[in-house]
C-alpha cells in the first residue's frame, strides 16, 4: 500500500512538473508590431508585450530578435504577478535620435517595482552624441535620460548587456535589493559628460562582476545608501575611476558601508579608486570599504580621498565634511601614476579619516617612486607601501 501511494505521488509531482514546464510562454516583440527595421516606433510593442508578461502567471520570457528596435520611453511598471520574467536581447534597442524625445523624462528603459526580473544580452544604445554636443557648447539642454534604470526592485540579473552612448548615465540601480550585473560593457565617449557607466544607491546586496567600462564619467559611482557591494574583475578606461559618492550633499543622509572592490584595471582614468564629499555638514559615513588588487596605467589620480569636493564652488566654500570615513584598506594596488602625487588622502578637518590602511601599495610616476600627500588622515601601512606613508 505505501509503494502505491508513493508511486502516486511521484506521477502527480512528474504531472506537475512537466504542466509547469509546459506553461512557460515566450512573447516575440515582433508579434506585438515591433519592427526590426531602426526607423518605425515600436514602443507600442514592447509595452504590450509587458502588459501580458506581467499579468501571466507563468514564467515568460519577452524575446526580442535580431534587428535594429526603436523604441522611446518605456515604463516596465510592477507590481506583477509574474516573479520570473526574462528579457532576451539578440538584437539592439535604439532611443529616438532626437534628444528632446526623451531628454527630460529621466530615464529611457524604466523597471519600477518588479521581481524577479532578468535581462539577458543585447544592445542598448541611447544615441546621446547630440545630447552631449549641446552640453559641451554651453546651450540650454535637457538634463538626459539613463538608459536602463531600476527602482524599488529585487531580485534582478542583468547579463551580458551592452550600453552604448547613453544620454547620461547607462545603468542606475535605486533602491533595490539582490542584483547582480554580470558581463556588462559600457561604451561612450572619454569627454560624453555625466555618463556614469554603473550607479548603486539606496540599495544591498548588489554584486557586479566581469565588466568593461569605456565612458565619460565614474566607471561605477556608489551613492549614499549602498551596503554590502561586491564588485569584482573589472577593466575601467576611460573614466573617472571608481568612485564612492559624492556623499554629503544632503545634511540627512544615508550612509555608505561594507563594499567590496577587487581585481580591476585602470587604464588612462582621471581616477582610480575614489572616495569623494562635499564639503558641507552631514551625517553621512562610509565604512569598511575594502579596495583589493588593482592595475594602474597611466591613472592621474590613483588612490584618492576627497573631503572637500566643492564643484563651482558653489554652496560649500569655507565649509567643512561631516561625512566621517573609516575602516577603508587599500590592499595590493600598484602600476602607474600619472602625475607625481599618487595618493592624495584629503580629509575633513572637523572629522578626520580613521582607520585607513595601505598594504602592498606600490605606484611609479615616470620610472620614478611617486608622492604622498595625506591632511587630517591617521592609519596604518604594511608590507611595500610605495610612496612612503604620510599618515
Request: contains cysteine.
Amino acid at each position: 500500500m505505501a509503494r502505491i501511494v508513493l508511486l502516486h505521488a511521484l506521477v502527480l509531482f512528474l504531472f506537475t512538473f512537466t504542466s509547469a514546464i509546459a506553461e512557460a510562454v515566450t512573447l516575440n516583440v515582433v508579434n506585438f508590431g515591433a519592427k526590426p527595421d531602426g526607423e518605425t516606433d515600436s514602443t507600442n510593442a514592447f509595452v504590450s508585450a509587458w502588459g501580458r508578461a506581467c499579468s501571466s502567471t507563468a514564467p515568460t520570457t519577452i524575446y526580442v530578435p535580431l534587428g535594429r528596435f526603436l523604441v522611446g520611453k518605456v515604463v516596465f511598471k510592477g507590481r506583477c504577478n509574474n516573479k520570473g520574467i526574462t528579457i532576451r536581447i539578440d538584437g539592439a534597442m535604439l532611443a529616438p535620435s532626437n534628444y528632446d524625445v526623451i531628454g527630460n523624462g529621466g530615464n529611457w528603459l524604466f523597471f519600477d517595482d518588479v521581481d524577479g526580473v532578468s535581462i539577458i544580452g543585447g544592445v542598448l544604445d541611447g544615441q546621446g552624441t547630440g545630447l552631449w554636443a549641446c552640453k559641451r557648447s554651453g546651450k540650454t539642454c535637457p538634463t538626459g535620460a539613463t538608459n536602463l534604470g531600476f527602482t524599488n526592485s529585487n531580485n534582478i540579473v542583468i547579463n551580458g548587456v551592452t550600453s552604448l552612448n547613453s544620454q547620461m548615465f547607462h545603468i542606475v540601480i535605486d533602491r533595490c535589493n539582490n542584483v547582480k550585473l554580470q558581463g556588462i560593457k559600457v561604451s561612450a565617449a572619454g569627454n560624453s559628460p555625466n555618463t556614469d557607466g554603473i550607479h548603486v544607491q539606496l540599495s544591498s546586496t548588489v554584486t557586479i562582476l566581469n565588466s568593461n567600462i569605456a565612458t565619460g564619467d565614474d566607471c561605477i559611482s556608489i551613492g549614499p545608501g549602498t551596503t554590502n557591494l561586491w564588485i569584482e574583475n573589472i577593466a575601467c578606461g576611460p573614466g573617472h575611476g571608481i568612485s564612492v559618492g559624492s556623499l554629503g550633499k544632503e545634511f540627512q543622509e544615508p550612509g555608505v558601508q561594507n563594499v567590496t572592490v577587487k581585481t580591476m584595471t585602470f587604464t588612462g582614468t582621471e581616477n582610480g579608486v575614489r572616495i569623494k564629499s562635499w564639503g558641507r555638514p552631514s551625517n553621512g559615513f562610509a565604512r569598511n570599504i575594502l579596495f583589493q588588487h588593482a592595475t594602474m596605467v597611466n591613472v592621474q589620480n590613483p588612490i584618492v580621498i576627497d573631503q572637500n569636493y566643492c564643484p563651482h564652488e558653489k554652496n560649500c566654500p569655507g565649509q567643512v565634511s561631516g561625512v566621517e570615513v573609516s575602516n577603508v584598506i587599500y590592499q595590493d594596488i600598484y602600476g602607474t601614476s600619472a602625475t607625481e602625487i599618487a595618493v592624495k588622502i584629503n580629509c575633513s578637518p572637523k572629522y578626520p579619516c580613521i582607520g585607513i590602511s595601505l598594504e602592498d601599495v606600490m605606484l611609479t610616476y615616470e620610472s620614478k617612486q611617486a608622492v604622498a600627500s595625506c591632511n587630517h588622515a591617521g592609519g596604518i601601512t604594511s608590507g611595500v607601501v610605495q610612496p612612503n606613508n604620510c599618515f
